[in-house]
Nanobody, 131 residues
Framework: QLQLVESGGGLVQPAGSLRLSCATS????????IGWFRQAPGKEREGVSC???????YYADSVKGRFTVSRDNAKNTAYLQMDSLKVEDSAVYYC?????????????????????????WGQGTQVTVSS
């Protein structure tokens, strides 16, 4: 059974940086596309970024130019480098795996992606941007 574990969240000041990791166990990462989502209290979950199995990368307009998604298949880990963080980036961040690159890319910027659309979800990691 594949499992995802996110890490790297924490408290950071505005304009700071964090790098989130999404590590898999129980299966290799290379055949999956990886989506990153976030959910702030009282708000819908938002698709933030996606990296497909072919390493095509997609970003929501709200994070474009500030966030960088990547993957290291040898380490079975995906990353979300977050720079120039803003207070409004505060949320619980989740990674999720899907066999479909179209689902992954199509999730970016959307707030209506259902759990069942993805094959696996991580437990989330809290990111708080505050001075």
């Amino acid at each position: 059974q594949l499992q995802l574990v996110e890490s790297g969240g924490g408290l950071v000041q505005p304009a700071g940086s964090l790098r989130l990791s999404c590590a898999t166990s129980g299966d290799t990462l290379d055949e999956y596309s990886i989506g990153w989502f976030r959910q702030a209290p009282g708000k819908e979950r938002e698709g933030v970024s996606c990296v497909t199995y072919a390493d095509n990368r997609y970003y929501a307009d709200s994070v474009k130019g500030r966030f960088t998604v990547s993957r290291d298949n040898a380490k079975n880990t995906a990353y979300l480098q977050m720079d120039s963080l803003k207070v409004e980036d505060s949320a619980v961040y989740y990674c999720a795996l899907t066999w479909s690159p179209n689902i992954c890319s199509g999730s970016v910027g959307r707030k209506d992606v259902e759990d069942k659309v993805y094959n696996y979800w991580g437990q989330g990691t809290q990111v708080t941007v505050s001075s």
